[in-house]
């Protein structure tokens, strides 16, 4: 591969040197960005910055088989050292960015908060979100954790071995896996959720019913319209003993898991002045406010990228699918050419023996067809805007997640009225009108 060594700025060992492009962010769409240029023969040098001690990894098994232990964390790592120095990436550990002086043709000074600099050509921002915090009385005890990174991981798992009863806040993705994960290691679990369902903000009424009965029917204690009023101490009053709820009654918890959303990390974007609504706004070719500034992932507010979305629909998605395939649209970006978002996206959940996933966004839906078969242990429901199919919900029914996502990705349709009947294949009826 043809590659261009690091640009050196001075003949002096210590003036940091600059390099083609730093991706802030060792995230999977850090990841993806560095390797898709590189496929696409972007030879200049890559600094890949993350501000975590671990070298990059994938996030989603942290709730699930790493918590249990079915994984070692070796396993998650993207790619070996040599991969990176192989392909001329330097990859930062342990620095994080506090402020970047950047001028008007993209180039810049990235500052860490350890006084090191990182001087640039081109600037990525793949800085993803971070966890949203509960701030009530005994919120610092120790015991009350969240789940968003692997030090978060490692910090659960330390405490699991003790603990009997645990309590998870937030009755999203991430808290109903975790809740499996640690219903199956033999703890008493209890889902609070302040909502009147579970995962209210991706799946509609009847994926979020049939999840709640789900879940009950396996053992776990799930509470919707319910939040907790306080964290109360043992008797040492530095670990977590106990949630006291808003109508008084109280849990034992010697752990207590937090899970409510996440915030986007956009403290960088808004110091170099970027357009910022819900995440960094980008175009359809993942380009910031300023035209030269990339950002990807998580953090960033795009254009809709599904068929036949609204005009000036705007989300925000958190998906290991996006962060690779909006990682490709930045990567065309940055090496001159406007490729649009490809993909349809979609999403998937593991819980217990419960494997959801998305096909589509089902914003906007005015319909919906419910597949349910008892017999077989799947589920899907397929939401429909007009007459036209634009999502689907499948438990446990990977058949019907591929036909809705290779119609949605052909721009075809399965009518609503023949797609009832959970014993017909859903490809076998796709049609274009």
Same mark, same amino acid.
């Given at each position: 591969?043809?590659?261009?060594?690091?640009?050196?700025?001075?003949?002096?060992?210590?003036?940091?040197?600059?390099?083609?492009?730093l991706?802030?962010?060792?995230?999977?769409?850090? &990841?993806?960005?560095?390797?898709?240029?590189?496929?696409?023969?972007?030879?200049?040098?890559?600094?890949?910055?993350?501000?975590?001690?671990?070298?990059?990894?994938q996030?989603?098994?942290?709730?699930?088989?790493?918590?249990?232990?079915?994984?070692?964390?070796?396993?998650?790592?993207?790619?070996?050292?040599?991969?990176?120095?192989?392909?001329?990436?330097?990859?930062?550990?342990?620095?994080?960015?506090?402020?970047?002086?950047?001028?008007?043709?993209?180039?810049?000074?990235?500052?860490?908060?350890?006084?090191r600099?990182?001087?640039?050509k081109?600037?990525?921002?793949?800085?993803?979100?971070?966890?949203?915090?509960?701030?009530?009385?005994?919120?610092?005890?120790?015991?009350?954790?969240?789940?968003?990174? #692997?030090?978060?991981?490692?910090?659960?798992?330390?405490?699991?071995?003790?603990?009997?009863? &645990?309590?998870?806040?937030?009755?999203?993705?991430?808290?109903?896996?975790?809740?499996?994960?640690?219903?199956?290691?033999?703890?008493?679990?209890?889902?609070?959720?302040?909502?009147?369902?579970?995962?209210?903000?991706?799946?509609?009424?009847?994926?979020?019913?049939?999840?709640?009965q789900?879940h009950?029917?396996?053992?776990?204690?799930?509470?919707?319209?319910?939040?907790?009023?306080?964290?109360?101490?043992d008797?040492?009053?530095?670990?977590?003993?106990?949630?006291e709820?808003?109508?008084?009654?109280?849990l034992?918890?010697?752990?207590?898991?937090?899970?409510?959303g996440?915030i986007?990390?956009?403290?960088l974007?808004?110091?170099?002045?970027?357009?910022?609504?819900?995440?960094?706004?980008?175009?359809?070719?993942?380009?910031?406010?300023?035209?030269?500034?990339?950002?990807?992932?998580?953090?960033?507010?795009?254009?809709?990228?599904?068929?036949?979305?609204?005009?000036?629909?705007?989300?925000?998605?958190?998906? &290991?699918?996006?962060?690779?395939e909006?990682?490709?649209?930045?990567a065309?970006?940055?090496?001159?050419?406007?490729?649009?978002?490809?993909?349809?996206?979609?999403?998937?959940?593991?819980q217990a023996?419960?494997?959801?996933?998305?096909?589509?966004?089902?914003?906007?839906?005015?319909?919906?067809?419910?597949?349910?078969?008892?017999?077989?242990?799947?589920f899907?429901?397929?939401?429909?805007?007009?007459?036209?199919?634009?999502?689907?919900?499948?438990?446990?029914?990977?058949?019907?997640?591929?036909?809705?996502?290779?119609?949605?990705?052909?721009?075809?349709?399965?009518?609503?009225?023949?797609? #009832?009947?959970?014993?017909?294949?859903?490809?076998?009826?796709?049609?274009?009108?």
């Amino acid at each position: 591969m043809g590659t261009q060594a690091v640009e050196q700025e001075t003949a002096t060992a210590t003036v940091p040197t600059r390099t083609g492009l730093l991706i802030i962010g060792a995230s999977q769409s850090g &990841v993806q960005l560095a390797v898709s240029l590189r496929a696409l023969g972007f030879d200049e040098h890559i600094t890949l910055l993350g501000d975590e001690d671990h070298r990059p990894y994938q996030r989603p098994a942290l709730s699930k088989e790493f918590l249990q232990g079915t994984v070692e964390s070796e396993s998650l790592i993207f790619r070996s050292n040599d991969y990176w120095a192989g392909h001329n990436v330097d990859l930062v550990k342990g620095e994080y960015i506090v402020r970047i002086d950047k001028e008007a043709d993209g180039s810049g000074v990235a500052h860490a908060s350890s006084g090191r600099e990182f001087p640039f050509k081109r600037l990525a921002l793949t800085v993803g979100a971070r966890a949203r915090k509960l701030e009530i009385d005994g919120s610092g005890l120790d015991g009350v954790l969240y789940l968003r990174n #692997a030090d978060d991981a490692l910090a659960l798992k330390a405490r699991v071995g003790d603990a009997t009863d &645990v309590v998870v806040i937030g009755g999203g993705f991430i808290g109903l896996e975790a809740a499996s994960s640690l219903q199956k290691m033999g703890k008493n679990v209890t889902v609070l959720e302040f909502g009147p369902r579970l995962v209210g903000r991706a799946v509609g009424e009847e994926t979020a019913e049939y999840f709640l009965q789900a879940h009950r029917s396996r053992g776990l204690d799930i509470r919707l319209n319910t939040s907790a009023a306080r964290f109360t101490a043992d008797d040492g009053g530095t670990r977590v003993a106990a949630v006291e709820l808003q109508d008084g009654t109280v849990l034992p918890a010697q752990i207590v898991l937090i899970g409510i959303g996440v915030i986007p990390n956009t403290q960088l974007a808004d110091q170099l002045g970027l357009a910022v609504d819900n995440g960094v706004v980008v175009d359809r070719f993942a380009l910031a406010s300023d035209g030269t500034t990339v950002a990807v992932g998580d953090v960033a507010n795009m254009p809709n990228p599904v068929p036949g979305s609204e005009p000036g629909e705007r989300i925000r998605l958190e998906s &290991v699918n996006n962060a690779i395939e909006h990682a490709k649209v930045a990567a065309y970006s940055l090496t001159g050419r406007r490729e649009e978002y490809a993909g349809i996206p979609w999403f998937w959940s593991n819980q217990a023996d419960l494997k959801l996933q998305i096909a589509g966004l089902c914003n906007g839906y005015d319909q919906t067809v419910v597949r349910n078969d008892r017999e077989r242990g799947k589920f899907s429901v397929l939401y429909y805007r007009q007459g036209r199919i634009i999502a689907a919900d499948c438990v446990n029914a990977p058949l019907d997640f591929m036909a809705v996502k290779n119609a949605l990705a052909k721009g075809l349709n399965i009518p609503a009225d023949a797609a #009832a009947d959970p014993g017909i294949q859903l490809k076998t009826i796709t049609t274009d009108s």
